[in-house]
C-alpha cells in the first residue's frame, strides 16, 4: 500500500510542531524557576514572613500550576486537592512540606508543568526554606547578643578566629599554626575584645554577624589547612 506523501509530511510537521511547544513550555517553566530565585534573597530577609510570601510567589510565578503547601510548624497555605504531581519539599532529613503540580487546563490527565521543571521547582523551594530556617536560627542565637566592633584584627588573630568558626579547640589551633597554647589563648582575648563579646559561642555568631567570617570567603583556607 502506498504512502500518501501528503499525509506523511503532514504528520512530521504536526510533530515538529508538538516538538516546539514542549520545548517552549519547558524553557517558560525555567524561566519561572529562575524568576523565584531572584526573590529568595529578599524572602529571607523577611524571615517567618518570607515562608508566608514564598508559597504565594510559587503560584504566582507559576501561574497558579504549582502550589506550595507546608506543614503544621510552618504556616499553612490553603491548596486545591487536584493535583496532578506531588513531590516532598524536604531538605535532608527536614520535611517541610508538598509541591503540588495542578492539571494542565488544556488536557486534565495532564499534569501543568513537565516532569523536570516540577522537580527542579521541588529541589528549589527545599534550598530555600533550609536556607529561611538557618536565617531565622542564627537571628534567634543573635537577638539578646551585644556586640561590638573595637579596633581591627591582626592577620595571625584573624587566621585564629578563622580557625575558631571551622570548629578547632586550642589545641589544634596551637598545632596548625606552630604557637603554644597560651599564645592561642591570648589571641581568643583579643578576638573577645575586639567583638566586645565573652565567650567563644558570641564570638562565632558576632565574627558572622559584623561580616568577619564567612564559609564561603575562607574556603581555600580550610582546604590548606
Not at 159 to 182: F, K, M, W
Request: charged share 15%; with cysteine.
Amino acid at each position: 500500500m502506498a504512502i500518501n506523501p501528503y499525509v506523511s509530511s503532514n504528520r512530521r510537521t504536526r510533530e515538529a510542531h508538538e516538538e516546539l511547544v514542549v520545548s517552549e513550555n519547558v524553557l517558560q517553566d525555567m524561566q519561572q524557576i529562575t524568576a523565584l530565585l531572584n526573590f529568595s534573597q529578599m524572602l529571607c530577609e523577611q524571615g517567618i514572613d518570607g515562608i508566608a510570601r514564598l508559597c504565594r510567589e510559587v503560584t504566582v510565578i507559576t501561574q497558579g500550576r504549582a502550589q506550595l503547601s507546608l506543614g503544621m510548624h510552618m504556616k499553612r497555605v490553603h491548596t486545591t486537592s487536584s493535583a496532578r504531581l506531588t513531590f516532598p519539599v524536604q531538605f535532608g532529613q527536614s520535611v517541610y512540606g508538598t509541591l503540588k503540580i495542578l492539571a494542565d487546563p488544556l488536557n486534565a490527565e495532564l499534569p501543568a508543568m513537565s516532569l523536570a521543571a516540577a522537580q527542579l521547582l521541588a529541589q528549589v523551594c527545599s534550598s530555600l526554606l533550609h536556607n529561611f530556617e538557618q536565617a531565622a536560627f542564627i537571628q534567634c542565637q543573635c537577638k539578646d547578643l551585644n556586640y561590638f566592633i573595637n579596633g581591627s584584627l591582626t592577620k595571625r588573630e584573624q587566621e585564629v578566629l578563622s580557625l575558631i568558626c571551622y570548629g578547632h579547640n586550642r589545641d589544634q589551633i596551637a598545632e596548625i599554626l606552630c604557637i603554644t597554647p597560651a599564645t592561642v589563648g591570648k589571641h581568643f582575648q583579643h578576638i573577645y575584645d575586639h567583638l566586645g563579646v565573652h565567650c567563644e559561642h558570641d564570638a562565632l555568631l558576632a565574627a558572622y554577624m559584623v561580616g568577619l567570617f564567612s564559609p564561603f570567603n575562607t574556603l581555600d583556607e580550610r582546604e590548606n589547612v
